[in-house]
């Protein structure tokens, strides 16, 4: 059955966009958690979902478009911050209501376009075209090497800014450089895991490693492992028992933050 | 109103000097027309109540805040055109970090060499040695794999220490050390701080909430008071050797200070 799965092209394509998207959103998702900006994910998604389905009305390459809105945000987020500087989580809440807004708009007026909504709400890794795979390869290398580069100095914006700022690093464009990160990797991943779901990818394998990662380093590695598991195996089981790929990756996700947080209770007692 | 400058122009020059430095915070004033000089091996107190600006002193001085008015000269330096931060060790208020942070004690302490003149690319053979060295001064070393979290207070203090004086600065500003550590080990702590001083060529700026540390080791009398602000100061002529050596003289530390800290985690 699995080898059946295998050799059809479409599962394959499934396969690799769902094995990258899993090494690069825990990774960008680490920085992101430990700052506490769990929630960002989630509010990019739904920004980017307005601009894919503009992208449909205009007729262009609807995932650019996407990633053009989900920059755009998080400037807009960046600048909301600043002004309700003691309330920073109105800013999320403002631009994905915002997000929301313009995608159902944009949806309604694309009736004639047959957009289907579902598809990019909840994922449709099973029509990942080869141009959307060369697509999220690309994204998947050029975070890996902007990580692997900055490695030092993401750590240090991570975990004390103030003394990153005091050291003379570059603050300011570390932080834009993670913000574009991040919205590259969410609007690629919209249409494997859906953008109701991409936040889980960003957040749940950091939450598992978090319990369990002594070091900033073991912490991304555990994190990246955890979620190759979850797709790797949620891909296979959705693909025998034709569930909802994304769906399944999720899930899988929860079960091994539950386990984990058993086992880790189980060896601390 | 600055400390007049001694004929030892080695021994006091002026490390950090405040010039009519002034600070609102939403239309409040919070600090007004501060002049004050900190010269070479000083060892410079400062107590102030909650909202007297302690903070935001320290935050102008590492160059986080500008001052609304006033200069403020850092090494002789106008602040906006000092590059040499590795001459200055900065340690943070220890609830300023989030104590379910994955990171190892070496990886805090390594993290003190990362800065502009490193930036994107790997790090050094030396770099890597210096991190050794800091840990072995700070007797943190069996801890170097431990994740920062787990440890007491003071061996935490002592982690921020060692990555604070791991490019053997010039200047060391301590933001409230002892802020949420049991009396016993904010006592070591002390000890160990006075101890660089005394042996050191190092100048100190440290914030504290604890009167009774900063009386025994620096005088009953503040040598300046700026609103809530006051001042106090252990010139560098009121300790013997002017001329000190560097870190890894601060090895002599173990045999002085004993770290009760560590039984207690």
């Not at chain 1, 994204?139 to 900055?150: E, H, K, P, R």
């Not at chain 1, 598991?229 to 990756?249: D, E, F």
Request: proline share 2%; net charge neutral; charged share 15%.
């Amino acid at each position: 059955m699995i080898i059946e799965l295998m050799t059809s092209g479409f599962f394959l394509k499934a396969f690799v966009g769902g094995v990258l998207i899993a090494v690069v959103a825990p990774l960008m998702g680490t920085f992101l958690v430990l700052r506490r900006l769990s929630m960002i994910g989630d509010t990019l998604a739904h920004v980017t979902i307005a601009g894919v389905a503009l992208g449909f009305l205009l007729q262009v390459y609807p995932l650019v478009v996407g990633l053009i809105f989900a920059l755009l945000a998080s400037f807009a987020i960046e600048r909301l911050r600043k002004a309700y500087k003691t309330y920073a989580e109105l800013s999320i809440a403002i631009i994905m209501s915002g997000g929301v807004a313009l995608a159902s708009l944009f949806f309604t007026l694309g009736k004639n376009f047959n957009l289907n909504v579902t598809s990019y709400l909840f994922g449709s890794i099973y029509t990942l075209t080869d141009l959307d795979i060369y697509v999220v390869a690309g994204v998947a290398v050029l975070v890996l090497i902007v990580v692997a580069v900055f490695w030092k100095e993401l750590f240090l914006l991570t975990f004390d800014e103030d003394a990153a700022a005091v050291s003379g690093l570059p603050v300011r464009a570390l932080n834009i450089m993670v913000t574009v990160l991040t919205a590259l990797i969410i609007s690629v991943s919209i249409k494997i895991v859906g953008a109701l779901l991409i936040s889980a990818l960003l957040t749940i394998p950091v939450a598992c490693s978090l319990l369990i990662a002594r070091g900033f380093r073991q912490s991304i590695i555990f994190s990246v492992i955890i979620a190759e598991i979850a797709a790797i195996a949620g891909l296979l089981v959705a693909g025998v028992w034709s569930l909802a790929p994304g769906a399944t990756i999720v899930l899988i996700l929860i079960l091994i933050l539950i386990v984990t947080m058993i086992v880790r209770r189980g060896l601390k007692i | 109103m600055t400390i007049e400058s001694s004929t030892n122009a080695r021994c006091h020059q002026d490390v950090i000097r405040l010039e009519h430095v002034s600070f609102d915070y939403q239309d409040q004033s919070v600090i007004r027309d501060l002049n004050f000089a900190v010269q070479q091996r000083d060892f410079v107190g400062l107590i102030g109540s909650n909202g007297a600006g302690k903070s935001t002193l320290m935050r102008m001085i590492v160059g986080l805040l500008k001052p609304k008015s006033g200069s403020i000269e850092l090494f002789g330096e106008p602040i906006e055109q000092f590059n040499g931060w590795q001459r200055i060790g900065y340690v943070p208020q220890k609830n300023s970090f989030n104590p379910l942070f994955p990171a190892t004690v070496r990886e805090v302490v390594q993290s003190g060499v990362y800065g502009k003149r490193n930036v994107a690319r790997r790090i050094q053979k030396e770099d890597i040695q210096k991190c050794s060295d800091a840990m072995d001064v700070m007797r943190i070393t069996d801890l170097a794999s431990k994740r920062i979290g787990q440890l007491s207070g003071g061996q935490q203090q002592r982690v921020f220490l060692a990555r604070a004086l791991i490019n053997n600065p010039e200047l060391l500003i301590l933001d409230e050390p002892t802020v949420g550590i049991d009396i016993e080990t904010q006592h070591d702590f002390f000890q160990l701080v006075q101890h660089m001083h005394q042996h050191h060529r190092m100048t100190f700026l440290m914030v504290s909430h604890d009167m009774d540390m900063i009386e025994a080791y620096l005088g009953q009398e503040p040598v300046q008071q700026s609103g809530k602000l006051k001042f106090y100061v252990k010139h560098s002529h009121e300790i013997e050797n002017c001329e000190a050596s560097n870190l890894s003289h601060t090895l002599t530390v173990r045999e002085t200070v004993s770290f009760k800290g560590d039984e207690r985690n």
